[in-house]
């Protein structure tokens, strides 16, 4: 069933996305890199909230919400605050301009040395530390989920992970390569969805299994009366935690300005906006999303079925 599950949905989005955007022109370095500047607020808050949601993060997340309880909060919470920034401040200027790229950015504002000097800094980035992290952990979550030591047959833990981390990149450089940026949104947008329907049916049923006849009412009051430590937002006594109270202030608001301001990665789906108005509520959209953060993806989503295992192990 899981193996079934997971290729129809792979299916079905990969059709629904076929449909919705065989139209579109992608010929063009518009139509390739920004979707022909036609992008609308609901495609732009899906695309946003699906790339930064990739496995590095949820699997990350995943550990850190089990080793430090509901403090791992503040990365979700924080966000929220520059993306309004983001809405108000630096989109305005980048849509004016006209840019494709960040850098490009950097070229008008001060020359072509410095724009060489940040594609420079952008690409080693990508290619040395995000996306091998997102392929291994990517790999290592389909590796467990579908069970592929049995299925393939291959016994060897780093050749079946060579195998699918070339699967995954494959897969992923294929359908960017003939859609562009607009079929990526729109798929991130459909996997978005699924991603969390699936979430919160994750939780509910973890907390109903703990809940016993209770329910998941009687889960959830296990869940936070058993550990309360663990439901401090601001990083209980005991508890050695990864996001102190203090740092929330200086290195949190500093990564979260940079993650979702300048980062190309992020902040090319809201430069493919067919206006600014549209980018801005795609923007503040997924703000709102990020508020809710905390619920389905620190607590309910990965970070709950981790404490009920934790629970249940204590």
């Known amino acids: 069933m899981t193996i079934l599950s997971f290729l129809f949905f792979t299916l079905f989005a990969a059709g629904l996305t076929w449909y919705l955007t065989r139209n579109y022109e992608n010929k063009s370095s518009d139509g390739f890199f920004l979707g022909g500047r036609s992008l609308t607020f609901p495609i732009i808050a899906g695309s946003l909230l699906l790339t930064n949601l990739s496995t590095e993060q949820m699997v990350g997340l995943n550990g850190s919400a089990y080793k430090n309880g509901l403090a791992v909060m503040a990365w979700e919470v924080i966000a929220v605050l520059a993306l309004v920034l983001m809405a108000a401040y630096f989109l305005p200027k980048f849509l004016r301009s006209g840019i494709t790229t960040v850098p490009q950015f950097l070229e008008q504002r001060f020359d072509r040395r410095t724009q060489t000097l940040a594609n420079s800094i952008f690409l080693a980035a990508y ?21 592929l030591h049995q299925l393939t047959g291959i016994e060897s833990e780093f050749t079946l992970l060579t195998i699918t981390c070339i699967g995954i990149g494959l897969a992923g450089m294929m359908y960017s390569r003939f859609g562009g940026l607009r079929t990526l949104a729109v798929l991130d947008t459909i996997n978005g969805i699924g991603l969390l329907v699936g979430g919160f049916m994750i939780a509910a049923f973890a907390l109903y299994v703990l809940g016993g006849d209770g329910g998941i009412l009687a889960g959830w009051e296990t869940l936070s009366t058993v550990h309360p430590e663990r439901m401090d937002s601001t990083g209980a006594e005991g508890l050695d935690s990864e996001v102190p ?4 202030f200086t290195g949190v608001a500093l990564l979260n300005l940079f993650y979702w301001c300048t980062n190309q990665q992020i902040i090319q789906r809201t430069l493919g906006a067919s206006s600014l108005a549209e980018g801005q509520k795609g923007v503040l959209l997924t703000g709102a999303l990020k508020l809710l953060g905390p619920i389905y993806l620190v607590l309910l989503r990965f970070g709950g079925v981790s404490l009920v295992l934790w629970t249940r192990g204590k």
């Open 127 to 147: 290619a040395l530390l995000l996306i091998p992290i997102v392929l291994y952990s990517g790999a290592k979550g389909l590796i467990n989920m579908m069970d």
């Open 245 to 248: 109270f203090s740092t929330i």
